[in-house]
């Protein structure tokens, strides 16, 4: 079988790249359904004689008979592109910009202010404290996990996001609301960080090679997670045993729960939090450019979306139906 080798090298190729070990699961997973698919686990010739139509076939099973959305088939494409790229060293011509299943614009979905206020009434504690910072910031679920202590400036009220979407760093707003809260969650963080090092442990994941560069980094205090995990666990990547950060899943159940007590009848998740920093930010008339930054957008065309959510409707025209019962009113009184 040689499948196994096949996504052994996948696996050696995208740790080489330094993507994330979500994409690096999700890449491998996506690599071993088109296989199956495909049923080209056996032999190394099949896999040789894989090619555009296979992709293409694989694709379309997805979108017409698993039904899956435009993302989920782009998200698949994007692992299969990578084999075909960087493992296989397949080129793809133009296939890249006419296989992706391309997406018609939808707006975000959005809390009022008074919903985030019913949101946040129904948590407390560390829950409270980082739904005030997704929506307060304007964080990605994942960079409020992979949030570290030295990049919290409570001086400057600012937090520093290292390596968002894009490998980019920028700065956002850290909420002066929750600078005490903060402050007295991390003296525990601190003080479980010091227990840890007692124990033998205290080390966290540092990014590239720091690790190895600076040996002991990884037990100083400025690298420690603001959120870490409960529990120590085993780093799937080094063997390691560590304290990692608070996990994803984590975050949305919280967010699930609050969203489902506090009664909103939306479809709403973590990133709505974000989507509604940045609304809010906009309807307090914050200019569109600054929004882009804080949101750490490539082009201020995604920000844009947040126009249409926020337009005006004071100018809209009258709805008929308005109109209509406004006469029928008129005319009974007199």
């Known amino acids: 079988d040689f499948a196994p080798e096949l996504l052994t090298e996948a696996k050696r190729l995208i740790r080489l790249k330094h993507y994330s070990y979500s ?13 199956d698919y495909s049923k080209q686990t056996a032999r190394k010739e099949a896999i040789a004689e894989l090619g555009t139509a296979d992709c293409i076939n694989f694709l379309s099973y997805l979108a017409l008979q698993e039904k899956v959305s435009a993302s989920t088939q782009n998200q698949a494409f994007n692992a299969i592109l990578f084999l075909f790229r960087h493992v296989l060293c397949k080129d793809m011509g133009d296939m890249a910009e006419t296989v992706r299943a391309k997406r018609g614009q ?30 307060g910031s304007g964080l990605r679920l994942m960079e409020l996990a992979r949030l570290r202590v030295k990049d919290v400036d409570m001086d400057l009220n600012t937090l520093t996001v290292r390596s968002g979407k894009g490998d980019k760093d920028r700065t956002t707003i850290l909420p002066a609301t929750v600078k005490d809260p903060l402050r007295n969650h991390l ?22 090679a720091l690790g190895r560069k600076y040996p002991n980094v990884g037990k100083e205090w400025a690298w420690q997670y603001v959120f870490p995990a409960n529990n120590l666990s085993v780093d799937p990547r080094s063997g390691k045993v560590r304290r990692h950060h608070i996990s994803d899943t984590a975050i949305q159940d919280v967010i699930k729960k609050a969203i489902q007590k506090a009664g909103i009848p939306k479809f709403a998740t973590v990133h709505t939090l974000r989507h509604s920093f940045a609304t809010h930010l906009l309807m307090n008339g914050v200019n569109i450019r600054e929004v882009q930054e804080l949101l750490g957008h490539k082009n201020v065309e995604t920000t844009m979306i947040y126009t249409h959510v926020i337009r005006d409707m004071t100018h809209a025209p009258k709805s008929p139906l308005d109109v209509l019962l406004a006469g029928q009113n008129d005319r009974k009184s007199k």
């Open 187 to 208: 003296t525990e963080v601190k003080k479980l960080h010091e227990k840890d090092l007692a124990c033998g442990y205290g080390d966290v994941h540092l990014p590239n």
């Open 106 to 135: 939808k707006l975000p979905v959005v809390f009022s202010v008074e919903e985030v206020k019913q949101l946040l009434s129904c948590l407390s504690g560390r829950d409270l404290l980082v739904a005030g910072l997704i929506y």
């Open 23 to 35: 994409t690096e699961k999700t890449y491998l997973q996506w690599i071993k359904r088109f296989l």
